[in-house]
């Protein structure tokens, strides 16, 4: 089980972390999702930390413990989204996705 | 450019069948495993199941396990998920999505627009 704060509000030009929490997360890859209203969910940080291009230097990642998290830097309009984290479970060979957060900027 | 289309969703009575598509362009499809993710109306994602290339290794989510089967065809480049046995629950938005990499667990790095499924009386 992976566990995410339902929503996360932030004023634009600050910085918004939200965390993906679950048993040991930091011995897993936790990759990242961005949703936005009425599109497909779109790949974002993988591999705890990795970048892919077209995603900005404000996004990032860090895992650790029992928490992963997903940092936003000088948040803008634009980065208001449904976000996910996911992580393969190989104890169950099973795909598990975080519960969501509504990432809201003010 | 990579490109996935489903195809096949609908309305279906509780107890029915229904078989989802996903046509496949613009990457070696063979070459890497691919995956159905499903999200119920106002609801976060959920992982249904995983076909690997290759050898076609299969995983699927406890909830749809023994009613759901993956499959593809790599000459026609297309995925698939036979959904029999439908309940209410399997109302959603199903995207099939690729993995980024042809090993390991990678993420998945692109996703279909999806195909609404809604089971109803």
């Known amino acids: 089980v992976l566990t995410q704060p339902p929503s996360v509000s932030v004023a634009p030009g600050q910085t918004a972390r939200i965390t993906c929490g679950g048993n040991?997360?930091?011995?897993?890859?936790v990759h990242w999702y961005q949703q936005k209203p009425g599109q497909a969910p779109a790949m974002g940080i993988y591999?705890?930390?990795d970048r892919p291009s077209g995603i900005p230097e404000r996004f990032s990642g860090s895992n650790s413990g029992n928490t992963a998290t997903l940092t936003i830097s000088r948040v803008e309009a634009g980065d208001e989204a449904d976000y996910y984290c996911?992580?393969?479970?190989?104890?169950?060979?099973?795909?598990?996705f975080g519960g969501g957060t509504k990432l809201t900027v003010l | 450019e990579v490109q996935l289309v489903e195809s096949g969703g609908g309305l279906v009575q509780p107890g029915g069948s229904l078989r989802l598509s996903c046509a496949a362009s613009?990457?070696?499809?063979?070459?890497?495993?691919m995956n159905w993710v499903r999200q119920a109306p106002g609801k976060g994602l959920e992982w249904v199941s995983s076909?690997?290339?290759?050898?076609?290794?299969?995983y699927y989510a406890d909830s749809v396990k023994g009613r759901f089967t993956i499959s593809r065809d790599n000459f026609k480049n297309t995925l698939s998920l036979q959904m029999n046995s439908l309940r209410a629950e399997d109302t959603a938005v199903y995207y099939c999505?690729?993995?980024?990499?042809?090993?390991?667990?990678?993420?998945?790095?692109?996703w279909g627009q999806g195909t609404l499924v809604t089971v109803s009386s």
């Open positions: 999505a690729k993995d980024r990499y042809n090993s390991g667990w990678p993420p998945f790095d692109c």
């Open positions: 591999y705890d930390s």
């Open positions: 040991n997360i930091g011995s897993k890859s």
């Open positions: 076909i690997s290339g290759g050898r076609g290794s299969t």
């Open positions: 996911q992580v393969w479970d190989s104890s169950s060979d099973h795909w598990v």
């Open positions: 613009g990457f070696t499809f063979n070459s890497y495993a």
